[in-house]
């Protein structure tokens, strides 16, 4: 079955670097384009990141766009996402995805706070 498992999250002071990685299973990853989201308790959901099969091809969200950088590894199967510059409101549990529709994984939790 489809399965996701992110890593890496942590406590980061404003203006820290975390990485984060997700390794997926269950599919043909390289043949799928991978997303990061990210969920603050009691709002919606929002993507922040996404990457083309091969990895030529990203979009970020205006909120992310020029600090975090998403990449991908399809030999082993790890869709991974650089934070840089991190802000207070990165906090958030982060999750990886091919879309909306595939199971969740447990994701991981980012707190940005001095």
């Known amino acids: 079955q489809v399965q996701f498992v992110e890593s890496g999250g942590g406590l980061a002071q404003p203006g820290g670097s975390l990485r984060l990685s997700c390794v997926a299973s269950g599919f043909t990853f390289s043949q799928s384009q991978m997303r990061w989201f990210r969920q603050v308790p009691g709002k919606e959901r929002e993507m922040v990141a996404s990457?083309?099969?091969?990895?030529?091809?990203?979009n970020y969200a205006d909120s992310v766009n020029r600090r975090f950088i998403i990449s991908r590894d399809n030999n082993l199967n790890t869709v991974y996402l650089q934070m840089n510059n991190l802000k207070p409101e990165d906090t958030a549990v982060y999750y990886c995805?091919?879309?909306?529709?595939?199971?969740w994984g447990q994701g991981t939790q980012v707190t940005v706070s001095s």
């Open positions: 995805n091919t879309g909306w529709d595939n199971p």
């Open positions: 990457i083309s099969r091969t990895g030529l091809g990203t």
